[in-house]
T-cell receptor, first 111, second 113 residues
Framework: DAKTTQPTSMDCAEGRAANLPCNHS???????VYWYRQIHSQGPQYIIH???NNETNEMASLIITEDRKSSTLILPHATLRDTAVYYC????????????FGTGTRLKVLA | GAVVSQHPSRVICKSGTSVKIECRSL??????MFWYRQFPKQSLMLMAT?????????EQGVEKDKFLINHASLTLSTLTVTSAHPEDSSFYIC?????????FGPGTRLTVT
């Protein structure tokens, strides 16, 4: 079973920040949180990942709570091209590092 | 960098025939590749983990004799759907692992008639 829970869908106005929450209350101390997104009928695209500290790259910021039981992906200035399904994944720490996808959040950016 | 390709992008086959899907890492070597299946409006479901030079590890409920996986080189893994039936129609996606991150192919849409 997936280790994460996310809201089914969200809307965001174009140009505004999109904040996508993820709950991973059973995360282990050395498991990473990964975020991917999938635009319709394409393969998932890597966005960002983190362990404890907040992370930022050219696409997004990742805020992880101090207890690591939840995180938020922030798209600072959403565009129509950011409309996609966003997946939060807790990655295995050993072995094959496989991903178990949850249901994801369907983000719709509105003009 | 870290580009993964799949071939074909779309395939239509008749019920009872077999179809092979290729997954290639174009600019890196991947000892581990993964195969996923995705039905319409659903999430990705991990089918199997493919390790170069060894037998694939299948997830619970996935028939290993129906979904044959071969990972003969560090840049190529293949998934063969044997004796395909209409219920096998789906979007099949592969990924290749670099350290802890997976890079995904564009997917193959299989339609069985």
């Amino acid at each position: 079973d997936a280790k994460t829970t996310q809201p089914t869908s969200m809307d965001c106005a174009e140009g505004r920040a999109a904040n996508l929450p993820c709950n991973h209350s059973t995360i282990s101390g050395n498991e990473y949180v990964y975020w991917y997104r999938q635009i319709h009928s394409q393969g998932p695209q890597y966005i960002i990942h983190g362990l404890k500290n907040n992370e930022t790259n050219e696409m997004a910021s990742l805020i992880i709570t101090e207890d690591r039981k939840s995180s938020t992906l922030i798209l600072p200035h959403a565009t129509l091209r950011d409309t996609a399904v966003y997946y939060c994944i807790v990655r295995e720490v050993s072995g094959t590092y496989k991903y178990i996808f949850g249901t994801g959040t369907r983000l719709k950016v509105l003009a | 960098g870290a580009v993964v390709s799949q071939h074909p992008s779309r395939v239509i086959c008749k019920s009872g025939t077999s179809v092979k899907i290729e997954c290639r890492s174009l600019d890196f070597q991947a000892t581990t590749m993964f195969w996923y299946r995705q039905f319409p409006k659903q999430s990705l479901m991990l089918m199997a983990t493919s390790n170069e030079g060894s037998k694939a590890t299948y997830e619970q409920g996935v028939e290993k004799d129906k979904f044959l996986i071969n990972h003969a080189s560090l840049t190529l893994s293949t998934l063969t759907v044997t004796s395909a039936h209409p219920e096998d129609s789906s979007f099949y996606i592969c990924s290749a692992r670099i350290v802890g991150e997976q890079y995904f192919g564009p997917g193959t849409r299989l339609t069985v008639t």
